[in-house]
C-alpha cells in the first residue's frame, strides 16, 4: 500500500459483502449519471469548470482561500469526475510536497466511516442497530447501572444520545470510569468521541473479526481506498489520500454501489444516516452532519442555534465533519462530492465557517 510506512510513522506526529451485479435499468437507486474511477490503477476521468459554464475567473480566490487556510488536498466531484484538485504545503513530516498520493488524517469525518461499517454488520445479519450495545459489550462497560446501561442501543451511539457523560476529564477514553451517566439514553445530544470509538469493540464482538480488517474486506478494498486505522491516544483514526476519500464519497452519494457493483444494500441505513435522526440536534444523522436544518447544535454545548450549520451551502449537504478541517462533503441534488484536507485553518475545533466561505466562492462560480 502506497505510503504505509510513511502514515504509520506519522501518527507520532498527530495529539478516529456482499458483491452483486446490479442492472442500472431496473435498480431504481442507480444513478447512471455518474462516472466511477477504476477500484485499481491511477487513472481518474475530469470535467472542466469551463464546460460546465462555471465562471473560472474566480478560481484564484478560492485558491488564495486554500492556500491561506493551511489546506493540503481540495477536490471537487461533479458526477464523480474531478473538477477542481489542489495541494498545497508538505506532508505530515514536513518533507515531501503533498500531492494525491501522500495520506493524512481524517479526524472525525472518519466516524461517517465507522457507521457505513456498522450499518454493512447489520447487513451481514451480525448485529442490529436497535439492540443494546452490551449485548456485544458485555455487563460492565460503563460505570452505569445494570437498567441505564441496558437502555443504551448501538443507535444511540450512532447518534451521539447516549446519555454518558460527555464532561469528564478524558472524554476520548472508553474505560468503564470515564463512560459515566447524565442522563437516561435518547434525551439528550452530546458530541462525545468515547461512546463512538466504542462502537469498534461493538463489530469486533459481532462479527468477530478485528474491526479494521472487516472494514477494509467490505468497503475499502471493494471502492480502491488506499488508507488505514491507526490508533493516535484513545482515538481511532483514519488515514488516507485525498482520493480515497473522494472515492468514499462517490460511494455514498450513489447510496452503497459502486458502478454495477452492489457494496452495501441496505440503502434505508444509508437513507437514515443523512437524515435527521432524533429530534435534540436536527442537524446530525448517523455520525453525519446534516445541512439545512431549522437548528443544530455544536460540539462542547448544550444549545440549539436556529438555523442551518452551513447557510451558504447546499441545503440537501451531508457531511463528515472532522478536527481542524477535514471535510468530506456530498450534495445530492447536484451529484456534488468535496473533499479538504489540511491543518486548521481559523484555529476552532471544526472549522465550519471556513467551509462556508468557501461555499461562498463556489456559489458565485456556479451562478
Not at 200 to 228: P, W
Not at 239 to 249: K, V
Amino acid at each position: 500500500m502506497k505510503n504505509l510506512l510513511l502514515a504509520l510513522f506519522s501518527i507520532t506526529l498527530i495529539a478516529c459483502d456482499r458483491t452483486e451485479a446490479m442492472d442500472p435499468d431496473t435498480d431504481p437507486t442507480m444513478n447512471d449519471e455518474l462516472y466511477f474511477p477504476s477500484i485499481s490503477g491511477d487513472d481518474w476521468d475530469t470535467l472542466s469548470a469551463d464546460s460546465l459554464g462555471w465562471d473560472t475567473s474566480l478560481l484564484p480566490n478560492l485558491e488564495s482561500l486554500l492556500q491561506d487556510g493551511d489546506t493540503r488536498a481540495f477536490l471537487l466531484l461533479k458526477d464523480g469526475k474531478i473538477v477542481l484538485e489542489y495541494y498545497y504545503g508538505k506532508d505530515l513530516l514536513g518533507l515531501t510536497d503533498f500531492n494525491k498520493d501522500r495520506m493524512w488524517y481524517w479526524a472525525s469525518a472518519g466516524k461517517t466511516l465507522t457507521g457505513i461499517t456498522i450499518g454493512k454488520a447489520q447487513e451481514d445479519g451480525f448485529l442490529s442497530i436497535n439492540e443494546p450495545s452490551n449485548l456485544y459489550l458485555g455487563a460492565g462497560w460503563s460505570s452505569l447501572t445494570s437498567d441505564q446501561e441496558s437502555n443504551i442501543t448501538i443507535k444511540n451511539h450512532l447518534t451521539m444520545t447516549t446519555g454518558l457523560d460527555d464532561g469528564v476529564t478524558n472524554s476520548d477514553n472508553t474505560d468503564p470510569e470515564n463512560l459515566q451517566f447524565k442522563s437516561d439514553a435518547g434525551t439528550r445530544w452530546a458530541y462525545h468521541n468515547a461512546p463512538y470509538t466504542i462502537l469498534d469493540q461493538v463489530v469486533e464482538s459481532a462479527v468477530g473479526e478485528d474491526f479494521d480488517s472487516y472494514f477494509e474486506t467490505v468497503l475499502a478494498d471493494k471502492i480502491g481506498m488506499e488508507g488505514m486505522w491507526s490508533w493516535v491516544g484513545d482515538n481511532h483514526v483514519y488515514f488516507s489520500t485525498p482520493r480515497s476519500m473522494a472515492r468514499f464519497g462517490l460511494l455514498i452519494s450513489n447510496k452503497g454501489k459502486w458502478e454495477n457493483t452492489v457494496i452495501m444494500d441496505d440503502t434505508d441505513f444509508i437513507d437514515a444516516s443523512v437524515t435527521v435522526s432524533q429530534d435534540i440536534n436536527k442537524s446530525y444523522g448517523y455520525l453525519w452532519w446534516l445541512n439545512g436544518q431549522s437548528s443544530y447544535m455544536v460540539p462542547g454545548l448544550q444549545l440549539q442555534l436556529a438555523g442551518s450549520l452551513l447557510p451558504d451551502a447546499p441545503n440537501d449537504m451531508y457531511s463528515g465533519l472532522g478536527k481542524n478541517g477535514q471535510y468530506i462533503s456530498i450534495v445530492p441534488s447536484e451529484n456534488l462530492v468535496l473533499v479538504r484536507m489540511g491543518d486548521n485553518p481559523d484555529q476552532s475545533l471544526v472549522p465550519t465557517t471556513y467551509q462556508n466561505d468557501i461555499w461562498k466562492i463556489l456559489n458565485e462560480m456556479r451562478k
